[in-house]
């Protein structure tokens, strides 16, 4: 009777996982300045829904994941600063954070999507390419909350690099000056 008991125990508990709701959170991007060759940019790492499906006793703890690049030729990974909540753990390569509340942080902490840090590039070269973030479901990676499971990401975004204004400005130059010869050349014929 006990062995039944314990098996009919592990079978409900099995089917209550099962059928738990599904967790809905989500990451964003938003890119915070002109990506101009040459030059550094900001992307934020943004998490909506951050509590849908979970215990409204739950509190976010923490999060970790890796920065990856589609061509590392256009864009090269600096380090991060971790988002307002959280204390930052590492940088690079892995980003990790810590609430700065050792409570945690819960749904009445913040409104709107959370910013989980500020990813700092370098554009190299111009050109198109993917920025992205994985978090999978290790102690040290996704979204870590007090009551578990973790919650892991992966999520890009596509950038693209134009080149220096001030090369835009010389092209532009001459190009009136090409012009302005043909003109003259016109006007002698």
């Known amino acids: 009777m006990i062995m039944f008991t314990k098996t009919a125990s592990c079978l ?11 967790r809905a959170a989500s990451i964003s991007f ?31 703890v923490g999060f970790g994941f890796d920065v990856t690049i589609g061509d590392s030729s256009i864009f090269e990974y600096v380090d991060a ?11 690079t390569p892995m980003v990790l954070g810590f609430s700065s509340n050792l409570l945690g942080i819960g749904p009445g902490d913040f409104s709107g999507p959370l910013r989980l840090a500020t990813l700092h590039f370098n554009a190299l070269s111009p050109g198109h390419t993917t ?18 499971p973790y919650e892991a990401f992966n999520t890009s975004v596509d950038v693209s690099a134009v080149p220096e204004p001030a090369n835009l400005v010389l092209l532009g130059t001459g190009l009136l000056a090409l012009a302005a010869v043909r003109r003259r050349l016109h006007r002698k014929e």
Do not use: K
Request: glycine share 10%.
């Open 81 to 91: 600063t971790a988002g307002p909540l959280f204390d930052p753990l590492a940088t």
């Open 12 to 22: 409900m508990l099995a089917l209550a996982l099962g059928v738990a709701p599904a």
């Open 131 to 148: 920025i992205g973030v994985l978090g999978d479901s290790f102690p040290d990676s996704g979204l870590v909350f007090a009551e578990l």
């Open 30 to 60: 938003d890119v915070l300045s002109p990506v101009v060759v040459g030059s550094s940019f900001d992307v934020a790492v943004m998490v909506s829904d951050v509590f849908t499906g979970r215990s409204v006793t739950d509190t976010l």
